[in-house]
């Protein structure tokens, strides 16, 4: 099955510095690679993905990178406010398969 | 509004007892899921179903116990058979088995067992 492996685990930056998240998968079916956001207590929310046709995505202060050959892909957040604090989970799936396979979280804060 | 409702968002559990959490969605999504999260920990899949009475096993299936009746309903029960039942729970949809990529989450079910 897939494995999903997500660094660093906890990450801390200051106001207006950019954060990087990676993740490595395992199996080369994958095709489909979110990214979620979770606040405390709350479910997690999606706030970028990517196919495996598409080298990078932007979307504002976010932006996600794949390297298929190397089996790995990036979450950056540019210009990072307070409110960027939280839990960011990344996943992949094989489009033809029934279920995702996540990350194990990294907790990002934000210093003001 | 559209969107996936978990109740109840706490519930307390004595050990030996079963506990059922609920997850309705109307947002006509035919495969649902569920995940446990531990704290500072990943989502792990306990069962997901793609189709009406239909179901499969997730990686942490045991002692736990799901049906799907209905397409908007996908119920999670916690027997006493699950050793260490505490943990927060995320319900979620997808439009389609394997359309429709995005996965919406619900809000969360906390079970504390006492």
């Known amino acids: 099955g897939e494995n999903v492996e997500q660094h660093p685990s906890t990450l801390s930056v200051q106001e207006g510095d950019s954060a990087v998240i990676k993740c490595t998968y395992s199996?080369?079916?994958?095709?489909?690679f979110p990214w979620y956001k979770q606040e405390l207590g709350k479910g997690p929310q999606l706030i970028i993905d990517?196919?495996?046709?598409?080298g990078e995505k932007k979307d504002q202060r976010i932006a996600v990178t794949l390297n298929k050959t190397a089996k790995h892909f990036s979450l950056h957040i540019t210009e990072t406010q307070p409110e960027d604090s939280a839990v960011y989970f990344c996943?992949?799936?094989?489009?033809?398969?029934?279920?995702?396979?996540f990350g194990d979280g990294t907790t990002l804060t934000v210093k003001p | 509004d559209g969107g996936i409702t978990q109740s109840p968002k706490y519930l307390f559990r004595k050990e030996g007892q079963n506990v059922t959490l609920s997850c309705e969605q109307n947002?006509?999504?035919?495969?649902m899921y569920w995940y446990r999260q531990d704290p500072g920990q990943g989502l792990r899949l306990i069962y997901y179903s793609q189709i009406v009475n239909d179901f499969q096993k997730g990686d942490i299936a045991e002692g736990y116990s799901v049906s799907r009746e209905k397409k908007e309903s996908f119920p999670l029960t916690v027997t006493s058979a699950q050793k260490n039942p505490t943990a927060f729970y995320l319900c979620?949809?997808?439009?389609?088995?394997?359309?429709?990529?995005?996965?919406?989450f619900g809000e969360g079910s906390w079970l504390t067992v006492v």
């Open positions: 947002l006509n999504h035919d495969a």
């Open positions: 199996d080369s079916a994958s095709n489909y």
């Open positions: 979620a949809s997808k439009p389609g088995a394997v359309s429709g990529n995005t996965i919406y």
């Open positions: 996943a992949a799936r094989n489009t033809n398969a029934g279920k995702s396979t």
């Open positions: 990517i196919r495996s046709n598409v």
